[in-house]
């Protein structure tokens, strides 16, 4: 495959802007950045005059299939939101309802330019499904708790039965361990976590620090903030992905970035449920903590817009802090890419570099929203809808071409829901 001629490419980690440059692609990795050779010929040609190449999104936090809530219970607390609504509907679902759901929320992503997402949710068997039917990536946990879940009556045995079933054996699929929180799980059921992930080298997904009730609950439980008390444990390492962690003290941040901890910043959805902190983000810069973006599910975002969050992560920081300067475009960008595959432990996407898997989005240009254009980044940022987004490539393989889905009708995803 040939991407010809791209006004602007968002080159290496550093995302360096080339202009009028050309992307070879070949058995799904980038084999070659550079000017377009003289009858350079591809099996494939997309041509990219007008456009901008960059590095797929990753979306480092989301329950996909939570799409079958969204709009359900608004405008409530979270605790309560929780136990009367989507505790209640979780406790009914079936595998087929959750494939429904990850079809529609990886649709949602696909459009929206993410070409990999982590998850922690149940019934992930079908997730994995649903993610090589549209040929996304997905870094897929089982959720554990102390107690039954809609899937299992050992969730740790299932988590660990997932992990094996699925380690090695799709690209597209990675499988991780999904230990909910440390108010719904145990020392013991953490240990485990810890042990089955170590054993099978996968990484811990883990909400974190996400309530000021969740920090307020452990200093009464353990005169530990919660982070401390992972420490405590011996439960930290460089595989923990920590989603939220909005209620830190510096501190807390010291100890993240000793642990090498990865951070899930998930702006839109912790100002939707009204969870009070904002993530210590300059802070966490200074102590060079890896921190990606995340949209949390559709039942508390309400969207999978990873372009969204990007603006919201940049605007909110900003208006937290009383300083325009405190968050820069090039860095939430960098954010909601290469950072959120280091935040995966994911070594071979996340930027344009030759070797590199061809994860790749291509947006027009030529709409209103990129008119005029003084700075790619702040219009990436603050201007671009998922409109813009008309080609998507992972690994090598075009799964959106001229804004539609190339693996699966569209129009029957949707009749899924007609009349929900």
């Known amino acids: 495959m040939l991407l010809k001629n791209a006004s602007f490419v968002l080159y290496s980690k550093e995302l360096k802007i080339l202009k009028n440059f050309s992307i070879r692609i070949a058995e799904g990795k980038i ?51 929780l136990k009367k609504k989507i505790w209640p509907m979780e406790s009914k679902l079936n595998p087929r309802d959750v494939f429904k759901g990850a079809m529609l929320a990886i649709m949602e992503m696909l459009k929206t330019g993410t070409t990999m997402f982590a998850d922690m949710y149940f019934f992930m068997d079908q997730v994995a499904e649903a993610c090589k039917k549209l040929g996304i990536k997905g870094v897929l946990s089982t959720g554990v708790m102390d107690f039954p879940t809609p899937e299992s009556k050992n969730p740790l045995k299932e ?47 883990i909400h974190l620090s996400e309530t000021r009730r969740e920090v307020y609950e452990a200093w009464k439980k353990y005169k530990l903030r919660p982070v401390e008390y992972l420490k405590s444990i011996d439960f930290l390492s460089e595989r923990v992905l920590a989603a939220h962690s909005s209620w830190l003290t510096k501190q807390e941040v010291k100890i993240l970035s000793e642990y090498d901890v990865k951070v899930s910043h998930c702006p839109v959805s912790n100002m939707k449920l009204a969870t009070g902190g904002v993530i210590p983000l300059p802070e966490m810069m200074k102590q060079k903590v890896t921190v990606s973006l995340g949209t949390d599910g559709a039942a508390s975002n309400n969207s999978l817009n990873m372009f969204e969050t990007m603006k919201f992560a940049a605007l909110l920081h900003k208006h937290a802090r009383w300083d325009p300067t405190i968050t820069k475009s090039k860095q939430i960008v960098k954010m909601a890419t290469i950072e959120g595959a280091k935040a995966l432990l994911m070594k071979t996407t996340g930027s344009l570099e030759e070797g590199k898997d061809a994860d790749i989005i291509i947006l027009n240009l030529n709409t209103p929203n990129w008119k005029p254009l003084h700075d790619v980044f702040a219009n990436l940022v603050y201007s671009t809808y998922p409109s813009n987004v008309e080609t998507v490539i992972v690994d090598g393989k075009v799964v959106v071409k001229d804004f539609k889905l190339t693996q699966f009708d569209e129009k029957k995803i949707l009749r899924w829901f007609d009349g929900s």
Not at 57 to 65: D, K, M, Y
Request: some cysteine.
């Open 31 to 81: 084999e070659r950045i550079g000017k377009l050779l003289k009858k350079e010929r591809g099996e494939e040609v997309i041509d990219c005059k007008g456009k901008l190449v960059m590095p797929g999104l990753i979306n480092t936090h989301t329950h996909a299939s939570m799409t079958l809530f969204r709009g359900l219970g608004e405008d409530m607390e979270l605790h309560e939101w």
């Open 159 to 205: 988590a660990e039965r997932f992990i094996k079933r699925w380690k090695n054996k799709h690209k597209l699929i990675t499988p991780s361990i999904g230990p909910h929180s440390i108010y719904s799980c145990g020392k013991e059921t953490l240990e485990e976590v810890k042990r089955i992930a170590e054993e099978n080298d996968v990484l811990i997904q």
